[in-house]
């Protein structure tokens, strides 16, 4: 039931900031992230010495967000991997290698079969799932549930948000179990995270001008996403959701990466999304990006910068600006996310095109 909605995937957007409610709530006590889901297995937690995370499309963006954040609160080493990949190479794993495979259906067979080999292999194994008694999360050793509720649009979106909470109440968990950081610094993450549904909610809010823009690119041939740090793969998802919804050619790149080649793909006119950093929170790249905006204006981008409110650098040098609200960060992906789930909803939709059904993709990609 699409109740009231145009599509299911206004309706999943739109659920977004409960998305990210559901999957926090139950695992905070006294300030601190507690998964009761990991009662038990502190020891384990203290011996693994580094963690893979597995997944595809989507959800390997979400694992790439999570890896920043686990290892900045954990200190641990953590690499995101596409599980066909990890697969069938020669990952070096072993029992002290925690292997976290992200799956919003719990049925995908390339994440699934990645789960089982490193099971084989002798690593421990933990699911990030969205379907209660799914497949995988009932083959790996634990399971920390997304509670998105059930997503019926093919392409994903509030099980994203809920993907990125859940590695992060992770990484917060594991933060306090091995003693990382001080209860008071985890504490403030945890409000942090806990402040999130209300932002979006307010994006949400104000997706006018994002429609707008929308309905005015529905002729481009091609639409380029950038972003550094955590904004890298919030690029990388705002280009695969133009791709699946609306057929246009989307790339997303790292911003750093700009000069070592695609820079040559700018030509007058070119829309590029740019997902700025915070200037409070990240002093040392926030006017690298500036000063990669007008580079690319300098040779005719159209750049629309997704930017913390009130970012006076960020005003005169994009030509359209969409705000987000202020927020440490690592929580900024949360945030500058939805505008782009909006933005290829609204492009599919200003083309005429069916946003929940689109050509040739299955929900559950459940063969090889
Ligand atoms: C993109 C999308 C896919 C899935 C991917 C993994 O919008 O929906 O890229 O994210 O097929 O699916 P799950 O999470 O079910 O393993």
């Known amino acids: 039931d699409k109740g009231g909605w145009s599509s299911f995937m206004a309706k999943e957007i739109s659920e977004e900031p409960d998305a990210v ?3 926090i709530r139950g695992r905070v006590e006294g300030g601190q992230v507690v998964i009761p889901e990991l009662a038990g297995l502190d020891e384990l937690f203290l011996d693994i010495n580094r963690i893979v995370i597995i997944a595809c499309g989507t959800a390997a963006y979400a694992g790439t ?3 920043y954040a686990i290892e900045r609160w954990a200190g641990i080493p953590v690499t995101v991997e596409l599980s066909h990949e990890f697969r069938y190479r020669d990952p070096v ?5 925690l292997v976290i495979s992200v799956s919003q259906s719990g049925e995908t067979m390339d994440t699934l ?3 089982r080999f490193a099971s084989e292999s002798g690593a421990k194994t933990l699911s990030i799932c969205n379907t209660q008694g799914a497949t995988i999360a009932r083959e790996s050793d634990a399971v920390v549930y997304t509670h998105a509720g059930p997503e019926v649009a093919v392409a994903s979106t509030k099980a994203f948000t809920a993907q990125i909470t859940a590695l992060y109440l992770f990484g917060l968990h594991l933060a306090r179990v091995r003693g990382t950081q001080t209860p008071q610094f985890l504490a403030s993450q945890v409000e942090e995270l806990q402040a999130v549904p209300d932002k979006i909610a307010s994006i949400l809010g104000a997706s006018e001008k994002i429609a707008q823009l929308a309905h005015w690119m529905a002729d481009s041939r091609a639409v380029l996403f950038l972003g550094r740090h955590v904004g890298y793969p919030i690029a990388l998802e705002g280009a695969l959701k133009l791709k699946e919804l609306a057929y246009i050619h989307a790339e997303g790149f790292a911003g750093g990466e700009l000069k070592h080649g695609p820079i040559a793909l700018i030509e007058p006119g070119q829309p590029v999304f740019v997902v700025v ?5 990240s002093a040392i790249l926030h006017p690298k990006v500036i000063s990669t905006i007008e580079e690319i204006r300098a040779r005719g981008a159209r750049v629309i910068a997704i930017a913390e409110q009130g970012d006076a650098a960020v005003l005169p040098s994009a030509d359209e600006v969409i705000p987000i609200p202020l927020a440490g960060p690592l929580f900024e992906p949360l945030l500058a996310v ?4 909006i933005f290829a909803m609204e492009l599919a939709t200003a083309k005429g095109l069916d946003v929940d059904q689109p050509r040739n993709l299955a929900k559950s990609v459940t063969v090889e």
């Open 93 to 97: 794993i072993d029992a002290r290698t």
């Open 338 to 341: 939805i505008p782009l789930h």
């Open 277 to 281: 950093p915070s200037p409070r929170g």
């Open 65 to 67: 967000v999570g890896t």
């Open 21 to 23: 409610a559901n999957t």
């Open 113 to 115: 079969m990645a789960v």
